[in-house]
């Protein structure tokens, strides 16, 4: 569906002029412009990584997913390649951070001559459905080696959830005055670590995010979160970094609630055009007016689809147009809505709380 669209170029091109000297130079560049689609892709989701979310882009993948039978995944060769850098990196800084004595969270046995790695591990059939979920070697706990081999344990990033919302955060430190601080990993280009003014980093979604992961942990786990932390990596250089912090105050919680608020009426408002089939719900709780709010506050690591078309008249007849390149059953819809939270899918109450208790958790 996104790749018939042709967004227009708004000078987001920063390639630079290539040397190649045989075929296979040219095959690589073309390869780097090349797209890979599965059908094993995640449908949307309401998640603070995702922020700000946009509607329309959810309604059309609602849509898409529900005409299809599956939620198609489609990356480009320089996405995945970026995805998996940024991966590799978490990865590699969780398991060896862990060796600090000060990462909290959940931890799984690696060493492959280890039984606790293998009972660590999920299990699937031939039918590819997994009929043993995997057991965590140390839960909620700092102490990152195994208890059988003593060898030092991966991280298995912790999972929040609260009315609907869930994330993965990155790491939760135990401090040792009392306290926790949180703190998340993006990798970037070291150009972007050195600008300053304006384009200077932190990106404005990413303190949509991490804060929203200090409200639920403070909010719904009884966490006494003192700050948290954004920690902006060069991809080429680990030694190259920038951080960004800041205490966690009132301020950030009166800010940060509305935030997640608002989040959760525009991904509701994707659901209800979904549901409905109607596109002005998602159309009014669009994330970005202009194109210069889009620039400045939207953070995708691929130019939008919508670009070509969402800043300019009659948005909702091209919109309806491509709903009904995409018909779905109200069977395949209903299969999809069921599948959301609760208190996401259409004409539930926003304001319902899940439940009054607090959750427990093991400190």
Same mark, same amino acid.
């Given at each position: 569906?996104?790749?018939?669209?042709?967004?227009?170029?708004?000078?987001?091109?920063?390639?630079?002029?290539?040397?190649?000297?045989?075929?296979?130079?040219?095959?690589?560049?073309?390869?780097?412009?090349?797209?890979?689609?599965?059908?094993?892709?995640?449908?949307?989701?309401?998640?603070?990584?995702?922020?700000?979310?946009?509607?329309?882009?959810?309604?059309?993948?609602?849509?898409?997913?529900?005409? %299809?039978?599956?939620?198609?995944? $489609?990356?480009?060769?320089? #996405?995945?390649?970026?995805?998996?850098?940024?991966?590799?990196?978490?990865?590699?800084?969780?398991?060896?951070?862990?060796?600090?004595?000060?990462?909290?969270?959940?931890?799984?046995?690696?060493?492959?001559?280890?039984?606790?790695?293998?009972?660590?591990?999920?299990?699937?059939?031939?039918?590819?459905?997994?009929?043993?979920?995997?057991?965590?070697?140390?839960?909620?706990?700092?102490?990152?080696?195994?208890? $059988?081999?003593?060898?030092?344990?991966?991280?298995?990033?912790?999972?929040?959830?609260?009315?609907?919302? %869930?994330?993965?955060?990155?790491?939760?430190?135990?401090?040792?005055?009392?306290?926790?601080?949180?703190?998340?990993?993006?990798?970037?280009?070291?150009?972007?670590?050195?600008? &300053? #003014?304006?384009?200077?980093?932190?990106? %404005?979604?990413?303190?949509?995010?991490?804060?929203?992961?200090?409200?639920?942990?403070?909010?719904?786990?009884?966490?006494?979160?003192? #700050?948290?932390?954004?920690?902006?990596?060069?991809?080429?250089?680990?030694?190259?970094?920038?951080?960004?912090?800041?205490?966690?105050?009132?301020?950030?919680?009166?800010?940060?609630?509305?935030?997640?608020?608002?989040?959760?009426?525009?991904?509701?408002?994707?659901?209800?055009?979904?549901?409905?089939?109607?596109? &002005?719900?998602?159309?009014?709780? %669009?994330?970005?007016?202009?194109?210069?709010?889009?620039?400045?506050?939207?953070?995708?690591?691929?130019?939008?689809?919508?670009? #070509?078309?969402?800043?300019?008249?009659?948005?909702?007849?091209?919109?309806?147009?491509?709903?009904?390149?995409?018909?779905?059953?109200?069977?395949?819809?209903?299969?999809?809505?069921?599948?959301?939270?609760?208190?996401?899918?259409?004409?539930?109450?926003?304001?319902?709380?899940?439940?009054?208790?607090?959750?427990?958790?093991?400190?």
């Amino acid at each position: 569906m996104f790749g018939d669209l042709n967004p227009v170029k708004y000078g987001f091109n920063n390639r630079v002029k290539n040397v190649k000297s045989s075929m296979f130079g040219t095959l690589y560049e073309t390869t780097m412009d090349a797209a890979i689609t599965t059908k094993y892709g995640r449908g949307p989701e309401y998640r603070p990584s995702s922020f700000p979310t946009c509607p329309i882009l959810h309604l059309l993948r609602f849509a898409d997913g529900a005409n %299809k039978g599956y939620f198609a995944n $489609t990356m480009t060769t320089s #996405g995945g390649y970026f995805t998996s850098v940024g991966t590799a990196a978490h990865e590699n800084i969780q398991y060896y951070i862990g060796q600090t004595g000060k990462i909290w969270g959940d931890w799984k046995c690696k060493n492959p001559t280890c039984q606790r790695r293998h009972d660590a591990q999920d299990l699937f059939g031939e039918d590819g459905k997994c009929w043993r979920k995997g057991k965590l070697t140390r839960k909620n706990t700092v102490n990152n080696k195994c208890p $059988t081999c003593e060898h030092p344990m991966e991280y298995v990033e912790k999972e929040i959830r609260y009315k609907g919302l %869930k994330g993965h955060i990155d790491a939760i430190v135990k401090l040792d005055g009392g306290g926790w601080w949180v703190a998340d990993y993006k990798t970037c280009t070291k150009n972007k670590i050195a600008k &300053k #003014g304006k384009d200077a980093l932190p990106f %404005k979604a990413h303190l949509k995010q991490i804060p929203s992961y200090c409200y639920v942990l403070e909010k719904k786990y009884g966490m006494k979160i003192k #700050g948290f932390s954004l920690l902006y990596l060069s991809r080429d250089n680990p030694f190259h970094f920038f951080e960004y912090s800041e205490p966690w105050t009132e301020r950030w919680r009166v800010k940060v609630k509305k935030v997640i608020s608002d989040e959760k009426r525009k991904y509701r408002s994707g659901v209800q055009s979904f549901y409905e089939r109607d596109v &002005k719900h998602a159309i009014a709780n %669009k994330p970005c007016s202009c194109l210069a709010q889009y620039e400045s506050e939207i953070n995708f690591y691929e130019e939008c689809p919508l670009l #070509g078309i969402c800043f300019k008249p009659n948005l909702d007849k091209k919109l309806r147009a491509m709903l009904k390149e995409t018909p779905y059953t109200d069977a395949a819809r209903d299969n999809i809505i069921a599948r959301l939270p609760m208190e996401v899918q259409p004409n539930a109450n926003p304001d319902k709380p899940v439940s009054s208790k607090k959750a427990k958790v093991r400190l």
